[in-house]
Each structure stands twice: as C-alpha cells, then as structure tokens.
C-alpha cells in the first residue's frame, strides 16, 4: 500500500512543471527571460560585454527598447516619441561586483538628440539583502539605495533598486513615501523567453 501511494506521489510531482523548469536561473537567464507587469512586457537579453538589451511592450501598443549596463545602469531609452542616452564619464565597470555593504558612485551626462545635459553623480549603496516573489518564483536580491545629486551636490531624487545576482537584473524599484511608507513596484510574472505564458 506504501508503495502504491509513494508511486503515485512521485509520479504526480513528475508529471507536474518542476519549478525549476519555469523559473529562470542563473544559466537560463543567458538566453533571456520575459517579465510581466499589469500587461506590460519586458523581454530581456543578456548582450556581450555585460550590455543587456530590454525590449518593453506596453498594453497601448507603444514599444521601447532600453540598454542597460549589467542590468542596472540606463544607456539608451528610445520608443517611437523620445530618444535619450546616458552617457558615462566615469568607469561603469567599477560599479561591479555589487555584494551587501558596497558603495559606489558614478557621474554621467543625461543626452537627448541635440542636447546635453548637466553631469549627475549616482551614489549606489548596497542596503541589504532579501528574497523577492514573482510568482511562483522566488529570487534572493540585494536592496541596491540609488541618490542622484546635481552638479551643485544636491540630491534630487532617491529611489532603491532590488537587483537580482543571479539575472543581472533589477526586479523592483522601491520608493520612499511622505511619512515613511515604502511603496514597491515589482514584475508580476518571470518565465523563460519562448515560454508561453499561462492563461
């Protein structure tokens, strides 16, 4: 009788989607993942030399294609109504790796077609470390504190990342509220890139 149940436990298990078959790992993830939020799509592709380019699809129909470096730093946004670049005049690959306690800082020249603006200086201080659920997915992230300050040192906005190691990518953005609430905004759903999500 044991064997009969043990039997039919394994093989309902087996014949269920293993997790790890639906949720991208650090291997899977090179070859790119789909991230879902309130239909809003972001399809994500590891590039070369640490460059990952995301392609957002929004429920109106308007598409954006983002680069980023290492998942985290905007290089180009462009869609069908604005381009912008962010133009690095301080070494990006400094910033990595990013592991709890880390500070870095970089400055760059936010760019439009015609027109460049100002330096910022991007202060990043690794906060702490937590566990994020997308889903049926779970991924440990590091709370990654973003300060943008001007030219004249004063911050002007402030917002932390939760970046995922293991994806090279940021999951959730967090932000301070009046009154010390936090309001977190996060993808909803992760699968594989060529996975057909589920109704």
Known sequence: MFRCAL???????LASPAMSDDCPTAQTAKLGFVLERQGTIAEVRPASDHFVHVLNSYPGGKKQDVIYYRGVFPISRFDDTARSINIPVSD???VFPLEPKARRA????????GKVGALISLELTVT???QLQLGSCSYSVLAVRNRFLNADGKMTSEHTDLYSPELGFVLAKRYEEKGGTQTTIKYQNIRPLGRISPL
């Open 7 to 13: 039997s039919f436990v394994l093989t309902a298990f």
């Open 92 to 94: 990006l690959r400094t």
């Open 106 to 113: 970089l400055t760059y020249a936010p760019a439009q077609p």
């Open 128 to 130: 702490g470390q937590e």
